[in-house]
């Protein structure tokens, strides 16, 4: 079964103190739904038409799971937490197997 892996771009940073709360419920939150942090912030190098920015890459054991945990109750929560803190770019996307 292909996994599934949540994928934000941030473009830019407004409120980080919205970040910092949104980040204290979005990692519980990840956890509970069976996703694991492969990548959070650090080095980016950007090629063609892309853009260095803090980049988030999360695994989860299929698209399905990724997508629910999205629309878990705890989620949610931490979105209203970021509210407009952030611009980014979210999707969920699946993997080749």
């Not at 709360?21 to 739904?33: H, I, T």
Request: hydrophobic content about 45%; proline content about 3%.
């Amino acid at each position: 079964m292909p996994k599934g892996y949540w994928v934000s771009a941030y473009r830019t940073i407004s409120d980080p103190e919205k970040l910092a709360a949104y980040n204290q419920l979005a990692g519980p939150a990840v956890a509970a739904g069976g996703g694991r942090v492969l990548v959070r912030g650090g080095r980016v190098e950007a090629h063609d038409a892309g853009i260095a920015e803090r980049t988030v890459l999360i695994e989860f054991d299929s698209f399905e799971q990724a997508v629910a945990a999205h629309e878990s109750a705890a989620y949610q929560e931490a979105l209203v937490a970021l509210s407009d803190g952030v611009e980014r770019d979210f999707r969920i996307v699946e993997g080749i197997d």
